[in-house]
Protein backbone atom coordinates (compact mmCIF):
# COMPACT_ATOMS: atom_id res chain seq x y z
CA UNK A 1 0.00 0.00 0.00
CA UNK A 2 1.10 3.39 -0.84
CA UNK A 3 2.18 5.42 2.09
CA UNK A 4 3.79 8.15 3.62
CA UNK A 5 5.32 8.24 7.33
CA UNK A 6 6.36 10.62 9.30
CA UNK A 7 7.51 9.38 12.36
CA UNK A 8 7.71 12.40 14.70
CA UNK A 9 3.79 13.26 15.99
CA UNK A 10 5.79 16.40 17.67
CA UNK A 11 9.04 18.08 17.92
CA UNK A 12 10.04 20.98 20.34
CA UNK A 13 13.24 22.62 19.11
CA UNK A 14 14.89 25.97 20.77
CA UNK A 15 14.31 28.86 18.63
CA UNK A 16 18.61 28.73 16.87
CA UNK A 17 18.47 25.60 16.81
CA UNK A 18 18.92 23.35 13.71
CA UNK A 19 15.98 21.32 13.21
CA UNK A 20 15.15 18.23 11.10
CA UNK A 21 11.84 16.30 10.28
CA UNK A 22 11.63 12.47 8.68
CA UNK A 23 9.59 11.63 6.38
CA UNK A 24 9.94 7.86 4.24
CA UNK A 25 7.72 7.53 1.38
CA UNK A 26 6.92 3.73 -0.01
CA UNK A 27 4.86 4.16 -3.70
CA UNK A 28 7.67 4.96 -6.34
CA UNK A 29 10.65 3.86 -8.06
CA UNK A 30 11.16 7.63 -8.74
CA UNK A 31 9.19 9.32 -6.61
CA UNK A 32 7.85 12.99 -6.74
CA UNK A 33 8.09 14.45 -3.34
CA UNK A 34 6.71 17.70 -1.25
CA UNK A 35 6.85 19.27 1.73
CA UNK A 36 4.12 21.54 3.07
CA UNK A 37 3.88 23.69 6.08
CA UNK A 38 0.48 24.35 7.76
CA UNK A 39 -0.02 27.26 9.86
CA UNK A 40 -3.11 27.41 12.07
CA UNK A 41 -6.25 28.09 10.22
CA UNK A 42 -4.68 28.04 7.17
CA UNK A 43 -4.33 25.89 4.06
CA UNK A 44 -0.78 24.55 3.21
CA UNK A 45 2.27 26.21 1.48
CA UNK A 46 4.71 24.57 -0.50
CA UNK A 47 7.67 24.56 1.22
CA UNK A 48 10.13 22.70 -1.50
CA UNK A 49 9.77 19.51 -3.55
CA UNK A 50 11.61 16.89 -5.29
CA UNK A 51 11.05 15.42 -8.91
CA UNK A 52 14.59 14.26 -10.38
CA UNK A 53 17.86 15.71 -10.29
CA UNK A 54 19.86 17.13 -7.37
CA UNK A 55 19.06 15.16 -4.64
CA UNK A 56 19.72 18.32 -2.39
CA UNK A 57 16.68 20.54 -2.58
CA UNK A 58 16.97 24.12 -1.70
CA UNK A 59 13.07 25.63 -0.48
CA UNK A 60 11.64 28.52 0.90
CA UNK A 61 11.90 29.92 4.19
CA UNK A 62 15.34 28.45 4.48
CA UNK A 63 14.39 24.89 4.08
CA UNK A 64 15.78 22.05 2.64
CA UNK A 65 15.27 18.48 1.78
CA UNK A 66 17.63 15.73 0.72
CA UNK A 67 16.47 12.44 -0.80
CA UNK A 68 17.66 9.57 -0.04
CA UNK A 69 16.66 6.72 -2.40
CA UNK A 70 18.75 4.04 -0.42
CA UNK A 71 16.70 4.71 2.69
CA UNK A 72 13.37 5.69 1.15
CA UNK A 73 13.59 9.40 2.68
CA UNK A 74 12.95 12.77 2.14
CA UNK A 75 14.03 14.65 5.40
CA UNK A 76 13.77 18.32 5.98
CA UNK A 77 15.97 20.06 7.68
CA UNK A 78 16.82 23.96 8.49
CA UNK A 79 19.54 25.04 10.14
CA UNK A 80 18.19 27.39 12.58
CA UNK A 81 14.70 27.62 13.46
CA UNK A 82 12.97 30.72 14.22
CA UNK A 83 9.95 31.46 16.42
CA UNK A 84 7.37 31.55 13.36
CA UNK A 85 8.87 28.27 11.95
CA UNK A 86 6.15 27.05 14.71
CA UNK A 87 3.51 25.03 12.85
CA UNK A 88 3.02 21.35 11.30
CA UNK A 89 4.43 20.43 8.66
CA UNK A 90 3.66 17.40 5.85
CA UNK A 91 5.32 15.39 3.78
CA UNK A 92 3.53 14.11 0.92
CA UNK A 93 4.32 11.88 -2.00
CA UNK A 94 2.20 12.21 -5.79
CA UNK A 95 0.24 8.80 -6.17
CA UNK A 96 -2.57 7.80 -8.25
CA UNK A 97 -0.69 7.90 -11.22
CA UNK A 98 0.10 11.42 -10.88
CA UNK A 99 -3.23 12.85 -9.52
CA UNK A 100 -3.24 13.19 -5.85
CA UNK A 101 -0.89 13.89 -2.88
CA UNK A 102 -0.51 11.19 -0.06
CA UNK A 103 0.52 12.77 2.67
CA UNK A 104 1.84 11.68 5.81
CA UNK A 105 0.51 12.52 9.25
CA UNK A 106 1.77 15.43 10.00
CA UNK A 107 5.04 16.55 12.53
CA UNK A 108 3.60 19.60 15.17
CA UNK A 109 6.52 21.93 15.42
CA UNK A 110 6.80 23.88 18.60
CA UNK A 111 9.99 26.52 19.17
CA UNK A 112 11.04 27.55 22.41
CA UNK A 113 12.27 30.99 22.67
CA UNK B 1 -2.24 36.75 -9.10
CA UNK B 2 -4.73 36.06 -6.43
CA UNK B 3 -4.32 32.49 -4.70
CA UNK B 4 -6.88 29.89 -4.27
CA UNK B 5 -10.33 30.92 -2.57
CA UNK B 6 -12.72 29.00 -0.67
CA UNK B 7 -16.21 30.07 0.01
CA UNK B 8 -17.80 29.62 2.48
CA UNK B 9 -14.74 29.90 5.21
CA UNK B 10 -17.11 28.14 8.37
CA UNK B 11 -19.80 26.31 7.86
CA UNK B 12 -22.05 24.67 10.75
CA UNK B 13 -24.94 22.35 9.90
CA UNK B 14 -26.95 19.62 10.84
CA UNK B 15 -26.88 15.91 10.80
CA UNK B 16 -28.90 14.59 7.62
CA UNK B 17 -28.84 17.63 5.80
CA UNK B 18 -26.67 18.33 2.21
CA UNK B 19 -23.70 21.06 2.06
CA UNK B 20 -21.96 22.10 -0.89
CA UNK B 21 -18.80 23.98 -0.92
CA UNK B 22 -16.88 25.79 -3.70
CA UNK B 23 -13.48 26.73 -4.78
CA UNK B 24 -12.15 29.24 -7.11
CA UNK B 25 -8.33 28.13 -8.70
CA UNK B 26 -5.72 30.26 -9.47
CA UNK B 27 -6.14 31.89 -13.05
CA UNK B 28 -5.04 29.60 -15.35
CA UNK B 29 -4.97 26.59 -13.57
CA UNK B 30 -7.76 23.87 -15.09
CA UNK B 31 -6.79 20.83 -12.27
CA UNK B 32 -9.10 21.43 -8.96
CA UNK B 33 -8.32 18.80 -5.76
CA UNK B 34 -10.63 18.20 -3.06
CA UNK B 35 -9.22 17.13 0.50
CA UNK B 36 -10.39 16.34 3.95
CA UNK B 37 -8.21 17.16 6.73
CA UNK B 38 -9.59 15.65 10.64
CA UNK B 39 -7.31 15.10 13.51
CA UNK B 40 -8.22 11.43 13.56
CA UNK B 41 -7.41 10.44 9.73
CA UNK B 42 -5.09 13.04 8.36
CA UNK B 43 -5.15 15.08 4.66
CA UNK B 44 -6.74 12.61 2.79
CA UNK B 45 -7.56 12.95 -0.64
CA UNK B 46 -11.60 13.06 -1.83
CA UNK B 47 -11.21 13.88 -6.01
CA UNK B 48 -9.73 15.71 -8.87
CA UNK B 49 -11.49 17.62 -11.49
CA UNK B 50 -9.93 18.45 -14.78
CA UNK B 51 -11.38 20.19 -17.72
CA UNK B 52 -14.68 19.58 -16.15
CA UNK B 53 -14.13 15.75 -15.69
CA UNK B 54 -13.24 13.46 -12.44
CA UNK B 55 -9.57 11.92 -12.90
CA UNK B 56 -9.24 10.73 -9.85
CA UNK B 57 -11.30 9.86 -6.71
CA UNK B 58 -10.23 8.78 -2.95
CA UNK B 59 -11.93 6.30 -1.00
CA UNK B 60 -14.86 7.59 0.61
CA UNK B 61 -18.66 7.42 0.31
CA UNK B 62 -20.88 8.28 -2.79
CA UNK B 63 -22.01 11.13 -0.12
CA UNK B 64 -19.21 12.88 -1.29
CA UNK B 65 -19.72 14.73 -4.78
CA UNK B 66 -18.08 17.35 -6.87
CA UNK B 67 -18.22 18.74 -10.16
CA UNK B 68 -15.59 21.11 -12.21
CA UNK B 69 -17.05 24.07 -14.38
CA UNK B 70 -15.92 25.43 -17.57
CA UNK B 71 -14.42 28.25 -15.65
CA UNK B 72 -12.22 25.68 -13.65
CA UNK B 73 -14.19 26.82 -10.49
CA UNK B 74 -14.78 23.59 -8.48
CA UNK B 75 -17.95 22.90 -5.95
CA UNK B 76 -17.84 19.53 -3.67
CA UNK B 77 -21.05 18.20 -2.29
CA UNK B 78 -22.17 16.53 0.51
CA UNK B 79 -25.40 14.90 1.10
CA UNK B 80 -26.70 13.35 4.45
CA UNK B 81 -24.35 14.63 6.52
CA UNK B 82 -22.75 12.57 9.31
CA UNK B 83 -20.85 14.15 12.43
CA UNK B 84 -17.74 12.02 11.21
CA UNK B 85 -17.86 14.34 8.02
CA UNK B 86 -16.26 17.25 10.65
CA UNK B 87 -13.70 18.58 9.06
CA UNK B 88 -11.55 21.05 7.05
CA UNK B 89 -11.99 20.60 3.65
CA UNK B 90 -8.72 22.11 1.50
CA UNK B 91 -9.27 22.41 -2.11
CA UNK B 92 -5.85 22.69 -4.47
CA UNK B 93 -5.49 23.49 -7.98
CA UNK B 94 -2.64 23.36 -10.23
CA UNK B 95 -1.64 24.02 -14.17
CA UNK B 96 -2.37 20.60 -15.73
CA UNK B 97 0.35 17.86 -15.04
CA UNK B 98 1.72 15.54 -12.52
CA UNK B 99 4.79 17.82 -12.53
CA UNK B 100 2.55 20.81 -11.33
CA UNK B 101 2.63 21.67 -7.53
CA UNK B 102 -0.38 22.29 -6.12
CA UNK B 103 -1.66 25.39 -4.21
CA UNK B 104 -3.89 25.30 -1.57
CA UNK B 105 -6.93 27.70 -0.56
CA UNK B 106 -7.14 28.50 3.24
CA UNK B 107 -10.11 25.65 3.89
CA UNK B 108 -13.74 25.10 4.40
CA UNK B 109 -14.39 24.56 7.69
CA UNK B 110 -17.43 21.65 8.63
CA UNK B 111 -19.52 21.43 11.86
CA UNK B 112 -21.96 18.66 11.60
CA UNK B 113 -23.50 18.80 15.09
Known amino acids: AQSVTQPDIHITVSEGASLELRCNYS??????LFWYVQSPGQGLQLLLK??????LVQGIKGFEAEFKRSQSSFNLRKPSVHWSDAAEYFC???????????FGTGTQLKVEL | KAGVTQTPRYLIKTRGQQVTLSCSPI?????VSWYQQTPGQGLQFLFE???????NKGNFPGRFSGRQFSNSRSEMNVSTLELGDSALYLC????????????FGPGTRLTVT
Open chain 2, 92 to 103: ASRKTGTLDEQY
Open chain 1, 27 to 32: YGATPY
Open chain 1, 50 to 55: YFSGDT
Open chain 1, 92 to 102: GEVTGGGNKLT
Open chain 2, 27 to 31: SGHRS
Open chain 2, 49 to 55: YFSETQR
